[in-house]
């Protein structure tokens, strides 16, 4: 069976708005996208450029869109975003919170438009209603449902003990989700062990984990970890670890489950800001929207291989079962 619902519950439905006449940026816009990982590892830039072509733009005829990937090495996005301010974009766009500091350290001018996991705890927005500055975008807050990663992964395996954690220690959100999962952990008798995921330490994470004799497997939300996300996947089936993805995604890539937004469909809205800057409005006076609704995705073909059972009752929890 396959059951889909409607991804996100936004405050503000994105509208295809045709570029007319007097709706028209008077030159062709130029809009610079950083991304931590590789080119082609990441949903945000697919979904970006869906939604900049739902709007009615045309990339390489009304719209320049100027790409910067830093390989997996964050160190890399700061002089990205010095070469695209030297490019003279007329807006950033930034994933993830690093990122989006990163770039408002960079300039206090040029439009920023960011998703981010909690904007005003990272110091990007001084609130979600009134950002104020140059930066507004979307929120997703992960840091208030990250405890029901574990609640989930004890439904599916009743006798979860211990579980690995990877985390990006230069993400300001992770914390945040860290301690909830820690309160969590205590509250269902799970042994929380936690392990770098950066491209320089992911192996040396892996290897400790596959030898650590652990019962499942989480990933803290992060963009550098989206780009990981395969890598992680191909480990969880090689040694038999359940596992459970903050991006909806890794699902139909053989993930066991996930509990998260859409992150394409979240990008594909992220490009109504583009758009409405580029038109005049100012960041400074568009409200940040939160992420409403969030789904949890379950592959049984996965579940079968690794030998489980899944719950009838988680079963009919879920928003989507890939068989």
């Known amino acids: 069976m396959r059951r889909r619902i409607f991804i996100l519950g936004l405050g503000t439905a994105m509208v295809a708005r045709p570029l007319g006449a007097n709706a028209q940026p008077a030159a062709i816009s130029r809009v610079g996208y950083v991304w931590v990982g590789r080119r082609g590892t990441n949903v945000s830039g697919a979904g970006l450029r869906k939604g900049l072509s739902d709007l009615g733009y045309e990339i390489g005829r009304n719209i320049t869109l100027e790409e910067?990937?830093?390989?997996?090495?964050?160190?890399?996005?700061?002089?990205?975003?010095?070469?695209?301010?030297?490019?003279?974009?007329?807006?950033?766009?930034?994933?993830?919170?690093?990122?989006?500091?990163?770039?408002?350290?960079?300039?206090?001018?040029?439009?920023?438009?960011?998703?981010?996991?909690?904007?005003?705890?990272a110091g990007i927005v001084a609130s979600l209603n009134r950002p104020g500055g140059n930066a507004t975008g979307m929120s997703i807050l992960a840091s208030d449902y990250s405890a029901k990663?574990?609640?989930?992964?004890?439904?599916?395996?009743?006798?979860?003990?211990?579980?690995?954690?990877?985390?990006?220690?230069?993400?300001?959100?992770?914390?945040?989700?860290?301690e909830r999962m820690k309160t969590?952990?205590?509250?269902?008798?799970?042994?929380?062990?936690?392990?770098?995921?950066?491209?320089?330490?992911?192996?040396?994470?892996?290897?400790?984990i596959a030898?650590?004799?652990?019962?499942?497997?989480?990933?803290?939300?992060?963009?550098?970890?989206?780009?990981?996300?395969?890598?992680?996947?191909?480990?969880?089936?090689e040694h038999r670890l359940p596992?459970?993805?903050?991006?909806?995604?890794?699902?139909?890539?053989?993930?066991?489950?996930?509990?998260?937004?859409?992150?394409?469909?979240?990008?594909?809205?992220v490009a109504s800001y583009v758009d409405r800057i580029l038109k005049g409005e100012k960041p400074a006076d568009l409200p940040v929207e939160q992420v409403e609704r969030i789904e949890l995705k379950i592959n049984l073909k996965t579940a079968r291989a690794l030998g489980l059972v899944m719950p009838a009752s988680l079963l009919a929890r879920a928003d989507e079962v890939i068989e």
């Open 149 to 178: 990663w574990l609640e989930l992964m004890k439904d599916a395996l009743p006798k979860l003990t211990r579980v690995a954690v990877l985390r990006n220690l230069d993400s300001p959100s992770t914390s945040a989700e860290i």
């Open 68 to 121: 910067r990937y830093a390989d997996d090495d964050g160190a890399r996005v700061p002089t990205l975003i010095s070469e695209l301010l030297a490019q003279k974009v007329d807006l950033l766009v930034t994933p993830g919170s690093f990122a989006t500091l990163a770039a408002r350290r960079a300039t206090s001018t040029v439009p920023i438009v960011f998703v981010s996991g909690d904007p005003v705890k």
């Open 211 to 237: 030898n650590g004799a652990f019962d499942g497997l989480a990933l803290t939300t992060d963009p550098s970890l989206e780009s990981l996300t395969t890598r992680v996947i191909s480990f969880a089936a």
């Open 184 to 208: 969590a952990a205590q509250a269902l008798g799970v042994d929380l062990s936690l392990f770098r995921a950066n491209a320089e330490e992911i192996e040396q994470s892996l290897a400790s």
């Open 243 to 269: 596992a459970i993805y903050p991006f909806s995604f890794a699902v139909e890539q053989g993930g066991l489950m996930s509990y998260a937004t859409d992150l394409f469909e979240m990008w594909r809205h």
